[in-house]
């Protein structure tokens, strides 16, 4: 997660115009809403994809966020169609998964979906509205979302009681905090050219809280 933060400066020697911090934020929530329908998109095009493909095709989805890092500091176009080919693999890569609820339990992927608006609205509300300096939150939630991965890794070889729910769980808790620091940065930050990259964070965050709710809502236990 760090190494997808723009630098900015905390305190008193920063103060952002209104007007400034307005235009990023629109210009962000607006590539978010992009990349979001083209990650629906993506999902409807490859719904009869197997598994394997689409695993590949979430490696390709990461070395656009890569990419992305490079490209921001050339060519601010690049990295915004970058951002928008991510938002297409990444969709093409997780409809088998989509697909697979849709047919099974397609009530989950509506309550996920509604409980990931909720989510992103309440926590980017409380980021973007708080003055305490949420860094060093988000440098916690970014050890503790590698050990969440560990976890998640131990899970495919253990048969953990209830492991899924208590990952997912710890999934969202963790995601919390670096949603509500990626909304705080879109009022510190002072770089119009970083937008791309706050976007694909704030995307990350809903993306993976979306899938957190999609395994908490299909538990049947």
Known sequence: MNEWTPEYETGSAFAPSRGGTQTLFGQTMGLVAVTAGLF???????????????FVLSLL?????????????RSGSS???????????????????????????PEAL?????????????????????RRDLSV???????????????????IFVQIPSGARIYSIAGLVI?????????????RIRDIDSAPLLAASIFLDALNVFLFFLNIFNRRD
């Open 40 to 54: 629906a998109l993506g999902a409807y095009l490859g719904r009869s994809l197997s598994y394997g493909l689409g």
């Open 79 to 105: 990295a915004v169609g970058l951002l928008f080919f991510f938002g297409l693999l990444i969709g093409l890569a997780t409809a088998p998964t989509l697909q697979y609820y849709a047919s099974t339990n």
């Open 61 to 73: 989805a990461l070395g656009c966020l890569i990419a992305m890092r490079f490209a921001v500091r």
């Open 110 to 130: 509506w309550q996920a979906g509604g409980a990931t608006a909720l989510f992103m609205l309440g926590l980017g509300t409380v980021g973007y509205a708080t």
């Open 175 to 187: 995601f919390a905090g670096l949603t509500a620091f990626d909304f705080q940065r879109l009022r």
């Open 137 to 155: 939150l988000a440098q916690g939630c970014f050890w503790a979302l590698l050990v969440l991965i560990l976890f998640g890794i131990v899970l």
